[in-house]
């Protein structure tokens, strides 16, 4: 959640405030839109999308919609997701076409906004959808900025058309022409041509720009703007919309902004899509954007349809029919294990795929200090093994498990306790796998649906307390329902509400996870 830390935790907090509202008054609504007002001056947005936002929420908070709301406060919230959506764009825009190949993507922005990174991740991205990008080199004029693509080109696996060597040598409209007709000639499909970037918004280079731009007549053309930037991003992408004019919107740099202004600015000050949002540094940090999922991150409420796109993109389905069979006949081994741990790492980042989870904006120390290289440990120690040891841990003794702790660089008893945790994975995913419900360690017995334990049969007793004729008894037992009476939720994800958001991890669920990939 760094990608809009600050203004998600205001925003949090303000709705907060309103879980004891049993009705909203004019009041309670104007101080509301105030702190929504803060909140997103804060966090740079622009003032004119400020003062429509703001309006078009304080309208309908009080309206009748919310009048009839059973729970006003959570109406409130909807209502602001929803005003948000609509500031970010409202439906997701995909990439435009052209009827006869290839199609010409033209890249445009400030030096330093990560136009050849994107570039880089742009090719890669269609590759995989089945395309032949071809990268080309017109921005002669940056220091090494011709072999920098061609660098980001190998590393993912693009063709590149660079004749002229740059550093102030070469014309660019001449090169994006020539690149054009040497993508038809070769049958790409797709051109993605990068172009110059100035430290600040000048004459010069918006005519290279608008010079290129008509020599190609391209079927896009993206403006790359680091979301850092704040306020100047909305002067920027006017300052480009009326010399060269772009069709869409990329926010770079996304994951490393804690305010995100320029997001919730430029869709609605340009009145242009935003398309793709680059979310890190490798070359597959790049997600297409989704104006409903942003707004669900920013208000706390999770992303679980880009997480479960991210795990389809990366399991394999017939791997995983087959890994679930394997767990149901106890066949599950530890060169399994390594498969899974491998297909997880596919999916990136383990510590961003859990931001995605409901309510971890609640949770940011314990998501700050989830370490991700114990997976990394883990996976040295399984591969210090031999196949018969991963298959059959059983026969790991004393003298194998330490030559497996001197290959893999860890001691015994992380070799130990790795072996005990995995044996406890593996019943846990046995029990549920045959429809079982598992006891899971850390978070306390949990009984079948619709059983009646001993334990919860004293709880429901003890709601009235003791029985005991004999006083001294009856004190004692009470004091005992009480020390064993569960805690009273915490709210949820804007406090309007008992219990942890649906589908939150609590401490103890995060506990497991890092006990499960980890060693230390």
């Known amino acids: 959640m760094a990608t809009f830390g600050t203004l998600s935790d205001r925003l949090t907090e303000t709705f907060r405030n309103l879980r004891t509202k049993g009705k909203l008054t004019p009041a309670d609504v104007d101080g509301t839109v105030r702190e929504i007002r803060r909140a997103l001056l804060d966090a740079d947005v622009a003032l004119p999308v400020v003062k429509e936002f703001t309006a078009k929420v304080r309208e309908r908070a009080l309206g009748d919609e919310v009048n009839r709301a059973l729970n006003p406060a959570q109406q409130v919230v909807q209502i602001v997701n929803e005003e948000l959506i609509a500031i970010l764009g409202g439906e997701q825009r995909r990439l435009q076409f052209a009827k006869n190949p290839p199609t010409v993507i033209m890249l445009a922005g400030l030096q330093g906004s990560g136009k050849t990174t994107f570039a880089g991740k742009l090719a890669k991205q269609l590759e995989k959808d089945g395309h032949t990008p071809l990268l080309v080199a017109a921005d002669l004029q940056r220091p090494n900025a011709v072999n920098q693509l061609q660098v980001v080109a190998q590393q993912a696996g693009a063709a590149i058309y660079a004749p002229e060597p740059g550093n102030g040598v070469g014309d660019p409209v001449a090169v994006s022409k020539a690149g054009v007709e040497q993508a038809r000639r070769q049958q790409h499909d797709i051109v993605i041509i990068d172009t110059a970037g100035r430290l600040g918004v000048d004459a010069e280079m918006m005519k290279q720009a608008a010079d290129i731009r008509r020599a190609v007549d391209p079927d896009e053309v993206l403006f790359v703007i680091d979301a850092m930037i704040g306020q100047d991003a909305v002067n920027t992408a006017k300052a480009f919309q009326e010399g060269v004019d772009f069709t869409g919107v990329v926010l770079s740099k996304l994951d490393g902004d804690a305010r995100g202004g320029a997001a919730l600015s430029v869709a609605s000050v340009t009145g242009r899509p935003i398309i793709y949002a680059s979310m890190g540094e490798g070359l597959d940090d790049l997600e297409p954007f989704y104006p409903d999922r942003m707004a669900s991150r920013i208000l706390d409420l999770g992303d679980i349809l880009t997480l479960i796109e991210q795990a389809q993109a990366a399991f394999d389905e017939e791997e995983?029919?087959?890994?679930?069979?394997?767990?149901?006949?106890?066949?599950?081994?530890?060169?399994d294990f390594l498969d899974q741990l491998q297909q997880m790492k596919k999916m990136g980042s383990m510590k961003k795929m859990l931001g995605m989870l409901p309510g971890m904006g609640q949770m940011k120390q314990q998501l700050d200090n989830f370490d991700e290289s114990e997976m990394d440990r883990t996976e040295a120690i399984i591969r210090s093994m031999t196949p018969g040891e991963r298959r059959n841990p059983k026969i790991l003794n004393g003298s194998r498990r330490l030559r497996i702790a001197r290959g893999?660089?860890?001691?015994?008893?992380?070799?130990?306790?790795?072996?005990?945790?995995?044996?406890?994975?593996?019943?846990?995913?046995?029990t549920v796998?045959?429809?079982?419900?598992?006891?899971?360690?850390?978070?306390?017995?949990?009984?079948?649906?619709?059983?009646?334990?001993?334990?919860?049969?004293?709880?429901?007793?003890?709601?009235?307390?003791?029985?005991?004729?004999?006083p001294a008894k009856r004190a004692q037992e009470n004091a005992g329902i009480a020390a064993a009476a569960p805690a009273a939720p915490t709210g949820s994800g804007f406090g309007l509400g008992g219990g942890a958001p649906k589908g939150a991890p609590t401490e103890a669920d995060m506990a497991e996870i890092q006990k499960l990939f980890g060693n230390r």
């Open 320 to 335: 995983a029919r087959k890994v679930a069979e394997k767990i149901a006949n106890d066949q599950f081994t530890l060169e």
């Open 408 to 430: 893999s660089g860890m001691t015994v008893t992380d070799i130990n306790q790795l072996i005990q945790r995995f044996d406890q994975a593996s019943k846990m995913m046995k």
């Open 433 to 470: 796998a045959r429809g079982g419900v598992p006891n899971i360690p850390g978070m306390g017995p949990m009984g079948k649906p619709g059983s009646s334990t001993k334990r919860g049969k004293q709880q429901q007793k003890g709601r009235s307390g003791s029985r005991s004729g004999n």
